[in-house]
């Protein structure tokens, strides 16, 4: 157990991904007993920066970085078994092992080989406007399937079911002539190796699963603190986002309830992650975007090219209207504000600070897409920054203009921002406020 009493807390994404939560996660997870991924699955892309190491993590909790904290799948990830052990293999070849720390629910879903070839397969045939752009990971095809329940598999099947090898041996030659009813008779897939994967990761993965439920509330009963960590982003979540461009799962704090099994009032931190501008990949209203060089410096400065994809990513001025949204659904009590470094340069920076539609401004986040899509953004500018902040720590050190660009983005958004990102590295990192007590940002390790 942690030496001091924690509060358990979840780190999610206020827009859509993308927005730096692995590190924010990362920095909180050696205060932490154990870290729980809730939603999603292999389309999250967490990056962490362990000195000049890079580390990508799609399907395992970034706690899996820190050998002494458990790292749990809960019920509610889909998880594709080869992805998991590929991802466990390429830790242990860089020295860290995983062991008995990884716990994967028993309730958590199977994202499955024909899952993968239908969420290609859909997203090839459809139609522009509603081609969504998915990681083609099969989030959604799998997401589907567990709420069709027949046709799905949960590890505890791995576990329990007597013909588990025929089962899903069945289930993919059906999917396969429904695929081939929908898209074309050449669709293929050899069932036959497709079984053998899936057999061959489920029989590694066999010994981490466990009822994560029962372990979760055991933990929090001994007072082990809890970190729950979201995957892709508010802006992407299927109630809330901007649907139908969003992913299959819940992607805030209230997702923890269904998808981790404790109440989602057992975190009592809430810490909404956003960009110091806004990212987006894949399809959607966008309304800050940036379509013309001052997106593209910010693509350049900011390195924005997807984590899980390679795609470049769509790059526009910090959305207030969309974070003040998502920061109030969720009830952040924290905002993580990550790349604030990559705005340097410019002259004066924009903040989105409302929507203009049919003649009229909003600040309200409308729910239709096509009504956001013809949205125009209503832009500030503040005055921009010149110097390379990455080698400040304290707030009080940055250009009065970072300054005021972090205030002004505070008071729109109602939440204060206690954790600045000025660079890649966990040491490029500026904490204040509530934080200060919570997070220890460690000496630099290059600079
Ligand atoms: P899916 O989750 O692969 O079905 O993709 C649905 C939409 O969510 C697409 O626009 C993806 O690009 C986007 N998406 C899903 N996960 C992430 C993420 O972790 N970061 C950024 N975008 C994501």
Redesign the pocket.
């Known amino acids: 157990m942690r030496e001091m009493a924690t509060a358990h807390t979840c780190v999610f994404g206020l827009g859509?991904?993308?927005e730096g939560k692995g590190k924010v996660v990362d920095l909180l997870s050696t205060r932490f007993d154990v870290v729980v991924r809730f939603n999603?699955g292999a389309?999250?892309?967490h990056t962490v920066w362990v000195g000049e190491e890079k580390f990508a993590l799609h399907l395992l909790p970034t706690g899996a970085l820190h050998a002494d904290v458990s790292a749990v799948i809960g019920p509610g990830v889909v998880v594709d078994p080869t992805k998991l052990v590929e991802e466990i293999d390429g830790l242990a070849a860089r020295g860290i092992d995983v062991g008995d720390r990884l716990k994967i629910s028993d309730r958590a879903h199977l994202v499955m080989p024909y899952h993968k070839l239908e969420?290609q397969l859909a997203e090839a045939c459809a139609s522009v406007p509603k081609k969504?752009?998915?990681?083609?990971?099969g989030?959604?095809p799998c997401y589907a399937d567990k709420a069709l329940r027949t046709s799905a598999v949960r590890f505890s099947d791995v576990l329990h079911s007597q013909d588990f090898r025929e089962r899903i041996t069945t289930l993919t030659k059906d999917r396969i002539r429904t695929l081939q009813a929908r898209f074309g008779e050449d669709i293929e897939l050899d069932c036959v190796n497709a079984a053998d994967a899936v057999m061959a990761a489920c029989d590694r993965l066999k010994c981490r699963i466990c009822d994560t439920t029962e372990f979760l509330h055991s933990a929090m009963d001994d007072g082990q603190s809890v970190l729950f960590e979201a995957?892709?982003?508010t802006l992407?979540d299927i109630n809330h986002g901007t649907y139908p461009?969003?992913?299959?799962s819940n992607t805030g704090p209230h997702g923890i309830g269904p998808g981790a099994g404790v109440p989602s009032h057992s975190a009592e931190r809430l810490i909404g992650v956003t960009k110091a501008y806004t990212t987006r990949?894949?399809?959607?209203p966008f309304v800050s975007e940036l379509h013309d060089e001052i997106g593209d410096q910010i693509r350049k400065q900011g390195n924005e090219f997807?984590t899980?994809t390679g795609r470049p990513r769509r790059c526009g001025w910090f959305d207030a209207v969309a974070t003040r949204y998502t920061a109030k659904l969720t009830g952040a009590t924290d905002v993580a504000m990550m790349h604030l470094d990559t705005l340097a340069n410019f002259e004066q920076v924009g903040i989105c600070v409302g929507y203009e539609y049919a003649g009229k401004t909003s600040s309200t986040f409308h729910a239709h897409s096509d009504i956001l899509e013809q949205s125009k953004p209503v832009i500030e500018f503040v005055p921009g920054w010149q110097d390379c902040i990455r080698k400040i720590r304290r707030f009080e050190d940055l250009p009065s203009e970072a300054r005021n660009y972090v205030s002004r983005v505070e008071s729109l958004v109602g939440v204060p921002v206690t954790l600045i990102g000025v660079g890649p590295e966990r040491s490029q990192t500026i904490v204040r406020g509530a934080l200060e007590q919570f997070v220890q940002i460690p000496e630099a390790t290059t600079t």
């Not at 461009?245 to 299959?248: E, F």
């Not at 990949?281 to 959607?284: E, I, L, N, P, R």
């Open positions: 859509w991904g993308d999603g389309n999250a892309g969420d969504i752009g998915t990681t083609a990971r989030i959604g995957a892709n982003g992407l461009y969003v992913t299959s990949v894949g399809a959607g997807g899980t």
